[in-house]
């Protein structure tokens, strides 16, 4: 089950990587999706969904919190701020 999990998870990636170059340049920045309207009296969460996400950085964390799981290892965020342009050790298994 630990090698499925980490299949999954790497091979749905490439499959949104792939679908997402596919299609045509129609895609809205984050800070064109969201505004004030969406989200009344939290500026905060406006500030958050609307930040640029990371892919890679997401995708890095995810697998390196699967693998610590499956392994009993440390699963810890240390030098990575997931989505927000962190940086991370973890080596890039994407395709």
Request: proline residues 4%.
């Given at each position: 089950?630990?090698?499925?999990?980490i299949l999954?998870l790497v091979?749905?990636s490439v499959l949104?990587d792939?679908q997402?170059?596919r299609?045509?340049?129609?895609r809205e920045?984050p800070?064109e999706?969201?505004?004030a309207?969406?989200?009344?009296?939290?500026?905060?969460?406006?500030?958050?969904l609307a930040?640029?996400?990371d892919?890679?950085?997401?995708?890095?964390?995810?697998l390196?919190v699967?693998?610590?799981?499956?392994?009993?290892?440390?699963?810890?965020?240390?030098?990575?701020d997931?989505?927000?342009?962190?940086?991370?050790t973890t080596p890039?298994?994407?395709?």
């Open positions: 089950m630990a090698v499925q999990a999954n091979v749905g949104i792939r997402v170059a299609q045509p340049a129609q920045d800070e999706l969201w505004t309207d969406d989200v009344p009296g939290s500026p905060e969460l406006l500030a958050h930040h640029h996400v892919e890679q950085a997401v995708f890095d964390y995810a390196r699967l693998v610590g799981a499956i392994v009993g290892g440390d699963d810890s965020t240390d030098g990575v997931a989505g927000r342009g962190g940086t991370s890039t298994c994407r395709g």
